[in-house]
């Protein structure tokens, strides 16, 4: 049916359109209405200045920025402080899991070592024990360690941004590599020929040309990061001035929900936007980042 | 090959390793101090490869590989080993030390009154030294108390008031009742020695009492005596001294414990049963989870891939939306629409339902949530599959004259599987453990009732383990956790086993 349209490319009538098309609309429209339905409510409750779950419209009566006031200026949860600390730990976690996936992987696809691939057959195993599981003996280990290196400590951004980068080998390695091989040899052995270093021709030629793909898996490990809960509240804790927004917003929902509804949707919005726009802008890339898998194993 | 003769690269590598030297030569003697011989081992002998490695001017594959695995190896290897290990021992909230600082922390913490009057005392603040003096009066006159020692006053030294009260003091500064209150605090484990292991310990604002160390261990025997009551403790098999009448003496210490975690969870009533429901709807959900989003996002892309939809890329944009709100944010959205008094989704359907607290309704609001933000995933890649289907196959078919069902379900909807089984089982295996999806909306709740208050109706393992090992006031027991993390290890390893050979990942590796 599809081929035969694409071939005649004429014009529906009222009555095709109406019998082939009409309804894929209403599909569409349905199913927008539901995947945007969240977010609608939740910008409708952060402009609500009525502030609570119980008195919300889905069009606010008398829009306005209390909620954003209450959010900001509210010291016992610094809202500002955990946006900075996701902000910072994201960071530093994208750049480094990209950095240690993408030379890893360099060497696995360039080089043949001793061990090589003893290395691909470890990292692939040790991806099916994610740390995520191991929580509770990483949360003992750093009880541990912390007594001995201040920096490694529970309640430390430092520990739980060394954490993560330790799983960094296992997430990338294999996906990147799979990139590198294939980028042609040729490339680096002229280089060679020419009197690169392997450092030169790693920084100066592999780099330059992965740049999109590690363009999409630095934002894949924010996003990540940002979202992550579980290890993140585990190493963080209680500590109000050190954890990130994603266990901190989870305090909202604890206890007096309704009233603080309205704060809470803010802090939402702001803290989603930016996330979403770099998303859609990187929309092309990410899409292709995600069906990589698929075809190459 | 010419090797790197860049200046400023070489300053770098010099400078990162001289930082890491230092770090490993400042930090191993501490680590050994404590007792964490494992960590400065690991410590010294990374650090020597790394310089070994980075100094070398061949070695060239290691430069790139060895730094992400010293990291792997540390902080995902070896947890993963250590849960093992965990699991075998008592470790939980008062079995956290080693059995010599139990010891010690027994036996410091055993003050008991030895029975005699209080004696009057007023709190002072040495002149010179800033610090914190107790002016205690007893038998003999007038004597000044710190943690260092106990020393008596020249009876010149103290003025008394006209009600016998401390007034003034040569050299130190009486505080008034209330700046004592301000740091009351301070005096909670303030002791005066007195000699012979007694001490003086603060009672009240204006008292002293004389107290004496309770407990003695002997190391000999392993026994710990109570000296007032001569009560005899012993070391039980779960790492506490209890006396022969069963009371046990606080903290206890780590020890291992042998199959007791796992013999808990797989006899004991009270965590069978729970734990049986929780893995059983952790693969339930999972499963529906996969299915209901893969279906409704293959629908979707078959619906609105049609070459006529002149507003296809509008869809796609605005049908991704929710893949690209963090979950974290969007799940707690959700829970507020699901508030049983105030959510909008109950002023739409306007009664109170219980979305939350009823087990089949939070389970029906959980996939609700994660059908809401997999299916744009799941769109997008059956988007990309099918837009990657050969259309001779599909014209050959239609030639043949078969009908667009036949179409869908014997042609495109087989080859559209094979492309995507392995993100699909990727998918399975993510949702298995998706903490958040999880304890963000219903926090796994509501609470299954015979399980102690622990498990929820909703829990899958990874929310389940991490309620027995961090909620409040549940206990803390980190060793039936890791025990619980374990059966998790195994059934994760199994799935992505399955998974690479389906994808026949190993076969490709070159």
Redesign the interface.
């Known amino acids: ?3 035969e ?2 071939l005649k490319q004429k014009p ?1 009538t009222p009555v095709q359109w109406a019998r ?2 009409a309804w ?2 209403g ?2 429209v349905a ?2 209405s ?3 339905f ?2 609608i ?2 910008i409708s ?1 952060s402009f609500d200045t009525l502030g ?3 008195a ?1 419209k889905l069009i606010p009566d008398n829009p306005g920025l209390d909620n954003f006031r209450e959010l900001l200026g509210n010291p016992d949860q610094p809202y500002l402080k955990w946006l900075r600390n996701s902000i910072i730990i994201s960071s530093a976690n994208a750049i480094l899991q990209m950095f ?2 993408a ?2 992987a ?3 696809s360039r ?1 043949r ?1 001793k061990g ?2 003893l ?3 470890t ?2 195993v ?16 750093l ?3 912390g ?3 201040p920096a490694l400590a529970l309640g430390q951004t430092t520990a739980l941004i ?2 993560f ?6 997430i990338n ?2 996906m990147l590599k799979g990139f590198y ?1 294939t980028i042609p040899a040729e490339i680096d052995e002229s280089a ?1 020929v020419d ?6 021709i ?1 920084f100066r030629i592999i780099l330059p040309l992965a740049r999109p793909v590690l363009a999409v898996i630095t934002l894949l490990s924010f ?1 990540g990061t ?2 992550e ?2 290890i993140t ?2 190493i963080l804790g209680g500590n109000q001035n050190s954890i990130t ?2 266990v901190g ?2 305090q ?2 604890d206890g007096q ?2 009233a603080r ?1 309205g704060p ?2 803010a802090g ?1 919005l702001i ?2 936007v930016p ?2 726009i770099l ?2 802008y990187l ?1 092309k890339h990410v ?1 292709s980042g ?2 990589a ?3 190459k ?1 | ?4 003769t ?1 200046a400023p ?1 070489l300053l770098l590598k010099i400078m990162l390793l001289g930082a890491l030297n230092a770090f490993t030569v400042w ?1 191993v003697p ?2 050994i ?2 007792n ?1 011989w494992i ?1 400065a081992i690991y410590f010294v002998v990374s650090t020597l490869i790394l310089d070994f490695i980075f100094l070398s001017k061949r070695r ?6 060895v ?3 010293i ?2 190896l ?7 080993f ?2 093992g290990y ?1 699991a075998f021992t008592n ?1 939980s909230n008062g079995h ?1 030390l080693d059995k010599e600082t139990a010891i010690d922390v027994m036996v410091s913490n055993s003050f008991a009154p030895v029975g005699a009057e209080p004696n009057y005392m007023q709190v002072a603040r040495d002149n010179t030294t800033q610090k914190i003096a107790l002016i205690i009066q007893d038998a003999n006159g007038f004597n000044v108390g710190s943690r260092d020692g106990y020393s008596a006053l020249p009876s010149g030294d103290v003025t008394l008031s006209s009600d016998g009260r401390i007034e003034k003091v040569t050299g130190y500064t009486v505080l008034s009742d209330d700046e004592v209150f301000a740091i009351l605090d301070e005096f909670n484990d303030y002791k005066v020695p007195i000699g012979n292991d007694r001490f003086y310990s603060v009672s009240d604002i204006n008292a002293v009492e004389l107290v004496a160390q309770n407990l003695s261990y002997d190391p000999i025997k392993d026994q710990v005596t109570d000296l007032s009551t001569g009560t005899i403790y012993s070391p039980n098999n779960n790492g506490s001294m209890v006396s022969a009448a069963g009371e046990e003496i606080e903290p206890g210490w780590t020890t291992t414990v042998g199959w007791r975690n796992f013999s808990k969870v797989i006899n004991d009533e009270r965590y069978r049963q729970p734990l049986l429901q929780v893995l059983a709807w952790t693969f339930i959900y999972a499963g529906l989870v996969v299915l209901s989003t893969f279906f409704l996002g293959l ?2 892309a078959l ?2 891939n ?4 002149k ?1 296809r890329k509008i ?1 796609r ?14 799940t ?6 699901f ?1 049983v ?4 989704i109950n002023k739409i359907l306007g009664s109170p339902i219980p979305w939350l607290s009823d087990p089949w309704l939070a389970k029906f609001a959980v996939l609700l949530v994660q059908l ?1 933000a997999g ?3 799941m769109f ?2 059956a988007t ?2 099918i837009q990657s289907l050969s ?1 001779e196959t ?2 050959a078919a ?1 030639v043949d004259g078969a009908s ?1 069902f036949q179409v869908f379900s014997k042609i495109k909807l087989p080859l559209v599987l094979m ?2 089984a ?2 699909l089982i ?1 998918s399975y295996a993510y949702n298995f ?1 998706n ?2 999806a999880i ?2 909306l219903t926090g796994g709740g509501p609470t299954i009732i015979s399980s102690g208050g622990i498990a929820g109706h909703t829990d899958i393992l ?1 929310s389940y ?2 309620k027995i ?2 909620a409040a006031g549940k206990g803390n027991d ?1 060793g039936l ?2 025990a619980v ?1 374990f059966f ?2 195994i059934l ?2 199994s799935i ?2 399955y998974s ?1 050979k389906k ?4 076969e ?3």
């Open positions: 049916m599809i081929t349209d694409i529906l082939k098309i894929r609309h599909v569409g199913a927008v539901f995947a945007l969240p977010l409510w939740m409750a609570s779950l119980s919300q240690i996936g030379t890893a360099y060497a696995l080089f070592f090589r691939k290395t691909l057959m990292i692939l040790v991806q099916m024990f994610p740390q995520l599981l191991a929580a509770t003996a990483i949360f003992l280990m009880a541990d360690l007594k001995s290196i060394i954490v980068a330790g799983g960094a080998l296992g390695a294999w091989d060679k009197g690169a270093s392997h450092a030169q790693y996003i940002m979202n809960f579980l509240s585990v927004l994603a917003m989870q909202y929902i929900y309704n509804w809470f949707a939402a803290a989603s996330v979403m998303f859609m929309q899409v995600l069906t898998g698929a075809n194993g | 090959m010419k090797i790197g860049n690269a930090s501490i680590l101090s404590n964490t960590f060239i594959a290691p430069k790139y590989i730094p992400g695995v990291l792997l540390m902080f995902q290897v070896y947890p993963a250590f849960t965990v470790y956290f629908m979707l619906v609105l049609h070459p006529r939809m507003s869809y944009t605005l049908l991704i939306v929710p893949y690209a709100m963090p979950s974290v944010l969007s707690l959205v959700w829970a507020g629409m508030n008094d105030n959510g909008v809401w299916t744009p995933y997008l890649i990309g599959a259309t599909i014209e239609q667009p492309t995507l392995p993100l990727a453990s903490f958040g304890y963000l990874i383990t991490y090992a961090f980190y956790a890791s993390s998790n290890f994760v390893a992505s086993i690479f994808s026949r990942t190993i490709n590796m070159t």
